[in-house]
């Protein structure tokens, strides 16, 4: 085998070959994946992961790094070949194992799996949207902590881009539109997307079905737009970053035109490049075409050192780090809150302040509708945590989720902790997602229960990925009313607890509210979904028993006789509950009423706590929920009932309309004496 590469090609040229050539060899190993993007994006990847991306393979967490998403999540390869050929953790057997159980190579780019991927892609746009939520966090991060001292020396211990690579799928996607709107009206002038102009999606050529004019989309948007760049043009392509780079009050779209399966003498520029293997022939074929002389997986020493950037990366974080001893110096507190934020650590008092909160809530007994109590929720954490960050798409009213001394974030003032995402739902919650993945900032959203309809693929992805996202979804049931069944959800609660890793809390008064809120605020490993009422809602008497709400689900209600049955119950249903519990128990039916705010925290417990609760020996149970009825089965059992909804709601006054479909006590009370 022969490690020499021909001396007509320059250096770049083989650099670049090597990312197609390992793409290629690695989908043909696996018998499936993409080939062709990566082969048509190598060469405007090598310019910029070698010559401008600042980054350190040793630490792929430096806060201050330089972010890359690939949107096209597909075309994985082309990142898993940038980490590895570059330096970080990803050994060569990884790239050999691409598509495997157990890898670090999944067929589309996972956050947590491989060092250095900053999101999971694959859905398209959503890679986009991340981007944009990182681009969001840069901004307000630099405003609250880059600072000039009195000597005028500027410290940008915030100061870095966000570069994002996306497809013809990427901009068809609705999301697209979403975000890249709300990217321009915030002059988010770090973020720099470059669009691999292809041509080709997996239904062959994209002039059939997708002719937009993308510059002057993006131009309408308020973007700085770099038309027809050739995509294989190294100066070409670095002239046009290098220039994005200049803009400060405008994002940028590069526009390259490439070719998909660049090199492949006979599927180039056609869809059969995109989603398939290339086969033996072809890949032999285009090894002759590129002169690429190496073996499958094999990269020589010079490749190898022209594309190392250990030395470099650690010599960029150094400087900065050196710039942030001073920082410390000069700005000691800005500095340690820096840290605290960075590493995802709450306040000394979280605890105590938590507590205190709680106390008090119990004590004042309010009457009110979730919605309400969550709004004075926000407004104490927003008081004693500035990383708290928040949003609403175009709902802050409804959703309660803006507080008088909530300071809006602005193209011109980034300093703030609160979004008018616009009607933007999906993006939003992506966007979200992004923010949370930067680091340094808690993120929440609001929207209708109704409308994460729209948002749900980020939301799951939000599960998916572990990290931290919390959704606030308000008008939770057909108890909203008058809206009438197109705002009134019935399956979404069994679709938020049926997604793995997502953790969902149905309070049932203002107590449970701030209990919910401090589990979401704790939880790193996941998205919350905390889902409020519009309507008033009674202040449950507990007794000073608070610890045992943050289980998940406790006793509510115990009789004084040995209960016959247990009525477990939700949100707003809980106080219905108990109306039906207290007359059962008038007439010598003893019934115990559990109130399960979270199921999938209950679910959690040891079982010596769930059969305290839920004991095996109390068979006959009736659930309450105005919700779909089939996911409480799992709770009361083939023997049990459920009062809920197996049909779409009616418009009409709220109370009326719960009346009408049988959520009373005296439905409660039928249900219990049937099965008993």
Request: hydrophobic share 40%.
């Amino acid at each position: 085998m022969s490690s020499r590469q021909p001396s007509r090609k320059p250096p770049r040229q083989i650099r670049a070959n090597a990312i197609r050539a390992l793409a290629m060899d690695a989908v043909q190993k696996a018998k499936s994946g993409h080939p062709g993007a990566p082969m048509g994006m190598a060469d405007i990847a090598e310019v910029l992961w070698t010559d401008i991306l600042k980054h350190n393979p040793a630490n792929p967490d430096w806060s201050n790094r330089d972010r890359f998403v690939l949107s096209n999540g597909h075309g994985s390869m082309l990142l898993y070949s940038l980490l590895h050929l570059t330096g970080y953790d990803l050994p060569m057997h990884e790239l050999e194992n691409f598509r495997q159980i157990g890898s670090k190579t999944p067929g589309h780019p996972e956050y947590g799996d491989t060092p250095g991927v900053e999101t999971t892609t694959g859905p398209l746009g959503q890679g986009l949207a991340n981007a944009v939520g990182m681009a969001i966090a840069e901004k307000v991060l630099a405003a609250r902590f880059n600072r000039t001292d009195e000597a005028g020396n500027a410290y940008a211990i915030v100061d870095h881009h966000t570069y994002v690579f996306v497809g013809d799928g990427c901009l068809m996607e609705g999301i697209s539109h979403e975000v890249s709107s709300l990217a321009g009206t915030l002059q988010l002038g770090k973020l720099i997307c470059i669009y691999d102009d292809n041509g080709i999606s997996i239904d062959g050529k994209v002039d059939g079905w997708f002719t937009d004019d993308t510059a002057k989309r993006f131009e309408a948007y308020g973007w700085h737009v770099n038309d027809f760049v050739d995509g294989h043009d190294p100066k070409a392509v670095a002239s046009a970053i290098t220039a994005a780079k200049k803009e400060k009050n405008k994002p940028s779209i590069i526009c390259c035109k490439t070719q998909i399966g660049y090199g492949a003498p006979n599927k180039a520029g056609t869809a059969a490049a995109h989603g398939s293997p290339l086969g033996e022939d072809e890949i032999a074929a285009t090894r002759v075409a590129l002169g690429w002389e190496l073996e499958p997986f094999k990269i020589s020493d010079e490749i190898y050192k022209g594309w190392d950037c250990r030395l470099k990366g650690a010599a960029s974080e150094n400087v900065w780090q050196q710039q942030f001893t001073e920082y410390s110096q000069q700005f000691p507190e800005l500095a340690l809150e820096f840290e605290r934020r960075i590493k995802g650590d709450l306040p000394d008092d979280w605890q105590e302040r938590m507590q205190a909160l709680l106390r008090k809530t119990d004590e004042d007994g309010k009457n009110t509708a979730s919605r309400n109590s969550s709004a004075e929720v926000i407004r104490e954490l927003a008081s004693f945590l500035p990383e708290l960050i928040g949003g609403s798409a175009d709902l802050s009213g409804s959703n309660n989720t803006h507080w008088s001394e909530a300071q809006t974030i602005t193209a011109d003032n980034a300093g703030g902790n609160y979004i008018f995402f616009g009607v933007r739902e999906f993006g939003m919650t992506a966007i979200c997602s992004g923010i949370s993945l930067h680091g340094g900032l808690l993120p929440f959203c609001g929207t209708f229960l109704m409308f994460m309809e729209y948002a749900r693929n980020a939301a799951r992805m939000s599960a998916l990925m572990g990290i931290q996202n919390i959704l606030v979804y308000t008008h939770d049931s057909i108890g909203q009313g008058e809206d009438g069944p197109t705002h009134q959800p019935v399956e979404q609660l069994a679709n938020l607890r049926s997604t793995p890793n997502m953790s969902v809390w149905r309070p049932c008064d203002a107590v449970e509210t701030v209990v919910a809120w401090k589990a979401a605020i704790e939880r790193r490993s996941g998205p919350t979904a905390l889902v409020f009422t519009r309507q008033e809602i009674a202040h449950q008497d507990r007794d000073g028993r608070l610890e045992e709400i943050g289980r998940g689900a406790y006793i509510l209600f115990e009789p004084e006789e040995a209960p016959k049955a247990i009525i477990i119950a939700t949100g707003s249903e809980v106080d219905i509950a108990m109306q039906a519990a207290t007359t059962l128990a008038q007439s010598g039916t003893p019934v115990r009423v559990v109130s399960m705010p979270s199921t999938d925290v209950f679910e959690g417990q040891d079982e010596q706590y769930k059969q305290t609760v839920l004991p095996d020996s109390i068979r006959a149970r009736v659930a309450v929920e105005a919700s779909q009825i089939d996911y409480w089965r799992k709770w009361v059992g083939l023997d049990g009932d459920v009062v809920g909804l197996t049909t779409f709601g009616e418009s009409g006054q709220g109370t009326e309309v719960m009346q009408h479909f049988g959520f009373t006590p005296d439905a409660i009370i039928a249900a219990v004496n049937g099965i008993l």
